[in-house]
Each structure stands twice: as C-alpha cells, then as structure tokens.
C-alpha cells in the first residue's frame, strides 16, 4: 500500500510540472497598448503588425488564421517561425475584397517565453474577428 501511495505521490507530481498554455483575448484596446497594429495600405490587404517581444521576455513562435465566410469556418492556416530567422512581424490577410460582405478571420499568435516563467512557457494572443479589431479603429491606449 505505502509503495502505491508513493508511486501515486510521484505522477500527481509530475502532473504538475507540465509546461501550460495561456490564452488572452485581445480587445482592439489591448492589443493596441501591447503593439498589435493594422496596416491598410489602401484595398490591397490587411496586415495585423505584432510585437516582436513582449514585456522582454515574450518572443513569437507561430501565428494561426482562421478564415471564415459569413460565420462559416473556410480554412485555418498556420506558419511556424524559424528560431534562426528573422520573421516580419506581421500577418498579412488577403480578404480585403469579402471584409465587407461576409468575411472575416480570427488570428492567434503564440509567444513563447524566454527567461523566468515557470509552468506558464507559451502565451497565446487571439483576435477573434478581425472585422470587429477594423471597426474599432483604437488608436491610443485607454
């Protein structure tokens, strides 16, 4: 019996010491004051600009966008960015035309943690539409 209470004791211990994932809701207002940006160069594309580090130790890993068609979910693509490369920290959207009648995108960006972070190592970053982060249009930090 003690050798199951002990063997128990070890995996509720390394339950705990998995690494974990945080997921934040960016407003159009947060995001702002964190450094998240559109770029709108007339009717070619949106972009969503993003920090390249966030309080120092944040650092981006990946980026996901979910492109959905009058709330119907089209198709999601992903991109892995590559420790050794410098990636442009901006995720470039190619909707523009169907932004105004139907469609939309959600976009998250993983940000993985440099120094000091405990069981939190990777802090994902979401907007879930990018019409409604548009139709904001926030420009200051409230």
């Not at 009648?101 to 959600?106: I, M, Q, T, V």
Request: glycine share 4%; aromatic share 12%; with cysteine.
């Amino acid at each position: 019996m003690r050798n199951i209470l002990i063997l128990l004791s070890f995996l509720s211990f390394f339950s705990l010491a998995n690494v974990t994932s945080t997921d934040i809701k960016l407003t159009p207002e947060k995001a702002f004051c964190l450094g998240f940006t559109l770029d709108r160069p007339g009717n070619e594309y949106v972009g969503l600009n993003y920090p390249d580090v966030i309080n120092q130790k944040w650092v981006p890993v990946s980026t996901m966008v979910e492109y959905s068609f009058n709330q119907n979910p089209i198709f999601i693509t992903r991109t892995d960015f590559d420790k050794t490369n410098k990636q442009e920290q901006m995720v470039i959207l190619g909707f523009h035309e169907t932004i105004h009648s139907g469609g939309d995108a959600a976009i998250s960006i993983t940000y993985q943690c440099l120094d000091k972070c405990g069981t939190n190592y990777f802090k994902k970053y979401t907007v879930p539409s990018i019409v409604n982060y548009i139709q904001a249009k926030v420009q200051q930090c409230l």
